[in-house]
DNA sequence: CAAGCAAGCATGTTCGAAAATCCAGCCGCT
DNA sequence: AGCGGCTGGATTTTCGAACATGCTTGCTTG
């Protein structure tokens, strides 16, 4: 079961077939359609993504740094791992990042930034209105959304480190959701708490979206946690 | 001026081509032999590095999300910029994760840890004795050393991610350090600070070492920007 | 003379053939 | 059976030729 059709259409703007490929490879991997652990091959990747073996290599190496995959000498490339432990660690630093680019961000941010949230928690409300059943078939759509929505938040923050770094972790807590995701039903919208954060911050009070965002991350971990067991590989014993 | 003669004595252990290329062309980006903004030509870097344009690509790619490098569609890659404002914002950063770092390596450390970090402290002790003058000859000698001590100082730190993410803005920090000793003299040596910082963490008074720790690197910030009009690029206005 | 265009050159990008490496299974030996 | 070495096939790694793109220069035209 192929992650996608062949040469897919430039949805994206991608005007190099080595971004392209990065991005469609990328999302594979944070949805798991590449398992974590998982042995990368070029053949199949060729055959998935329709670009040549350098290309590939180019964008796995692109990967290496950002932690979503390893490599081992004239092994080829590995899906990083996962575990409990990991997640841990990468959502408290996850969580720091996001609450203390949000209150920069509300203290910074001016209209374009306003608008640009509003825009985006519209585009994202929309979706999460809808039954369970719609969001399953639409999970795409409210996936980019939901990063939109987010990173709209944090948008005006003016620490481009921070938002370098907070990307980062992002990526990370995203494939610890969507991995788990596959292993359970969908969980319930998280509609209220998105409202919420976006009404405290367009009303510019910056602890407070800072704390409810936090909140926000913080039970996202633990319900991916509670479910761990599920879809989290077995220590190596 | 070539940055070092072209297939260089593998001195390092890499395994793979790319790998080498990846280490000896970071550093030559680190140590300013690439200054910031500068195009980075394909014919030039397989003349200097005697590697094929794929594996080059390859490397470059790598450097891509750590920041030290951009790409822009059909241009090619530069080196990334410098600015005052980057410089704070890093740094500000880096000084978290080490203190964070070195606070929790303290509290964590075991034997190995302690033993680990007497041997870097010694050998960097041994090259910051010297005079000026030798310090100068052999400052690639201090370099490795200076970055070993540092990563023995946290390295007892439980946390994969600190740890990463601690490693990304050393490099930048490094980079900021290297290139403006190039437009000016070699400052004084950091000995004291060193046995100081070592001193604390060998006693386990991990806050003590913290504070330390942090003010060292807070102070060489401000040395580097002290002397920032002379090696930054002037604003593109 | 300025603006626009086109040709030519410099440079970036892609691809897969060829070499290097790894690994599983087989064989013979103790 | 257990161990060590060997071989063939699978896979990775490297490289630069071939193609694509962008930039400069110099010509043409209004």
């Not at 040469?7 to 798991?32: F, H, M, Y």
């Not at 930034?113 to 994202?124: K, Y």
């Not at 976006?198 to 800072?210: I, V």
Request: glycine share 6%.
């Amino acid at each position: 079961m192929p992650p996608r059709p062949l040469p897919r259409p430039a949805e994206n703007d991608a005007v190099l077939v080595s971004q392209d490929v990065l991005s469609r490879l990328k999302g594979d991997i944070l949805d798991g359609h590449f398992a974590p652990g998982a042995r990368l091959r070029f053949a199949e990747l060729q055959r998935l993504y329709g670009a040549g073996i350098g290309t590939l290599r180019e964008a796995l190496s692109h990967l290496l740094p950002e932690g979503l995959v390893e490599l081992d000498a004239n092994r080829g490339f590995r899906v990083a791992a996962i575990s409990a432990e990991d997640l841990r660690d990468v959502s408290d630093l996850h969580v720091e990042f996001e609450q203390r680019a949000i209150v920069q961000s509300v203290r910074h941010g001016g209209e374009a930034w306003e608008s640009g949230l509003v825009l985006a928690f519209h585009r994202l409300a929309r979706i999460e209105r809808l039954t369970r059943e719609e969001r399953k078939q639409r999970s795409s759509e409210w996936l980019a959304a939901h990063r939109d929505f987010h990173r709209a938040l944090v948008a005006a923050c003016p620490s481009r480190w921070l938002l370098r770094l907070r990307a980062q972790t992002f990526d990370h807590m995203e494939r610890y959701r969507l991995v788990s995701q596959r292993h359970r039903p969908l969980g319930p919208s998280k509609r209220a708490e998105h409202e919420a954060i976006q009404a405290a911050a367009l009303a510019r009070k910056a602890e407070l979206a800072g704390e409810l965002l936090a909140a926000h991350l913080r039970e996202t971990t633990e319900t991916v946690l509670r479910h761990a067991p599920q879809f989290m590989p077995p220590p190596p014993g």
